[in-house]
């Protein structure tokens, strides 16, 4: 399954919220060398709990990760 989700990184919190049937997610760290992406991919994981994986999007805010 593929999923589109906004991300807001360098964010005071860490958040999962579904606003206007779009998955946003804010993350507290910044978006540098992929540290991000890696994080993302970390709460997405708890998340849904299986494996999830960035599709594209990875040097985006809107990216589509595939479950």
């Known amino acids: ?3 589109k989700i906004k991300v807001h990184a360098n964010s005071s919190k860490e958040e999962v919220k579904e ?22 991919v970390k709460i ?9 994986k960035i599709k594209s999007g990875f040097t985006s805010r809107i990216k589509v990760v595939e479950i």
Request: net charge positive; glycine share 8%.
């Open 44 to 52: 997405l994981k708890k998340y849904f709990g299986c494996d999830v």
């Open 19 to 40: 606003i206007n049937g779009e998955l946003n997610i804010w993350l507290k760290e910044k978006a540098v060398d992929g540290k991000a992406n890696l994080m993302l």
């Open 1 to 3: 399954m593929k999923l």
